[in-house]
């Protein structure tokens, strides 16, 4: 049980697109789902945080509206990172609270999507 | 100084020795704590979590969780090269969503 997964696992896009991650919660359903960033060699950074059917709060320097978050079901998330540039080159990572007997009420992660911006 | 302090390590050990990794914070509203496991590239996972102070054993896993001192601890024993990762403490306050993260501890463990 846990399982959570990511969609795609890597991604290159040119300079000014955008680009979509998914984020699922495969056995279990998520009211609560976060995503970070990670860079090489270095801890987890919260993004922000998403409720189920509510806006995401974002953490402090996160720019909303150049990362945005719909949380439109108990197990799905997405990010979408708009008009990307080569610094939002990164590792990013989404996890989802579990909940119910069989999950443990803490936070499982998924696989990473590695984005590479051109 | 930081809310949770890990030392980054490289810790390199032989296989079948004990791994001993800690974590300290100063936050004390700190009740729920956690141990992920990174390997290179992906995801962390779930290992140990644990509520306020005691110790708590899974397997070769053993969280120990030291309030007074601020101070939380996973070893693991009959290390293998496959335990070789990083190693993330998490924790939360209790009426928190937020986890705050360690920094990492590399582990190596030698064949």
């Known amino acids: 049980g846990a399982v959570v997964s990511q969609h795609p696992s890597r991604v290159i896009c040119k300079s000014g697109t955008s680009v979509k991650i998914e984020c699922r919660s495969l056995?279990?359903?998520?009211?609560?789902m976060f995503w970070y960033r990670q860079f090489p060699k270095k801890s987890l950074m919260l993004m922000a945080t998403s409720n189920e059917g509510s806006k995401a709060t974002y953490e402090q320097g996160v720019e909303k509206d150049k990362f945005l978050i719909n949380h439109a079901s108990l197990t799905l998330s997405t990010l979408t990172v708009t008009s990307a540039h080569p610094e939002d080159s990164s590792f990013y990572i989404c996890s989802a609270r579990g909940s119910g007997d069989r999950v443990a009420y803490e936070q499982y992660f998924g696989p990473g999507t590695r984005l590479t911006v051109t | 100084q930081k809310e949770v302090e890990q030392d980054p390590g490289p810790l390199s050990v032989p296989e079948g020795a004990i791994v001993s990794l800690n974590c300290t914070y100063s936050?004390?509203?700190?009740?729920?704590f956690m141990w992920y496991r990174q390997y290179s590239r992906k995801g962390p996972e779930l290992l140990m979590y644990t509520y306020s102070s005691g110790n708590k054993e899974d397997g070769r896993f053993t969280a120990q969780v030291d309030k007074s001192s601020k101070y939380i601890s996973l070893f693991i024993r009959d290390s293998q090269p496959s335990d070789s990762a990083t190693y993330l403490c998490?924790?939360?306050?209790?009426?928190?969503?937020?986890?705050?993260f360690g920094g990492g501890t590399r582990v190596l463990v030698k064949p």
């Open positions: 998490a924790m939360r306050a209790a009426a928190g969503n937020k986890l705050t």
């Open positions: 936050n004390s509203a700190f009740q729920y």
């Open positions: 056995d279990f359903q998520a009211t609560t």
